[in-house]
């Protein structure tokens, strides 16, 4: 059985997801309109990426006997700059979920609830290679600077990523 300060946490970690979810297709819409298929393929599967795990947060609650609460979802920016001002601003983002995930795992600790610990560190995992990819992605667009070339390269490559269902769930499914 989840407290109440964690079900309450645990639902406002829910629509964080698809707050990050909503601010990815901000991001994707951003590369849309400078035709930067690459760079929108990239920030289309991390908005499902984001919606997956909102799902995963949504099955675990009603899992543990609790109930769902939907939030107003804000608005996301929308004006980014440049490419590597939005990268900036993505791993940013990250690291700030990052550390809502952490303070989700202090309470579990401090509740003694060690289902809801176990369950969040497939999310500590997830963080550490979210933050590694946003990280390396703005050391890649430092280096590029300006140069136009390099960043159809980046393009390219990121129009290769592919969604991939979290394990959390593939595991369910099966």
Known sequence: MLSNKMLEELNKQLNYEIYSAYLYV????YFQEKNLEGFANFFKVQTQEELAHARIFYEYIYRMGGKVTLYPIEKP????GSILDLFKKALSH??????????????????????????????VNEQVE???SFQ???????????????????????????????????????
Not at 113 to 120: G, I, S
Not at 151 to 169: G, H, N, Y
Request: aromatic content about 8%; cysteine-free; glycine content about 2%.
């Open 77 to 80: 920016e929308e004006n980014f």
């Open 136 to 174: 390396r992605l703005v050391d890649k667009l430092e280096l590029i600077g300006d140069n136009i070339q390099p960043i159809f390269m980046l393009d390219a490559e990121l129009a290769q990523r592919t969604f991939v269902l979290p394990a959390p769930l593939a595991q369910g499914q099966q």
């Open 26 to 29: 901000a991001m994707e819409n």
């Open 94 to 123: 990250e690291k700030t979920v990052t550390e809502r995930i952490y303070k989700l795992v202090d309470i579990a600790i401090e509740d003694k609830d060690h289902a809801t610990n176990a369950f969040l560190q497939w999310f």
């Open 130 to 132: 979210e933050e590694e």
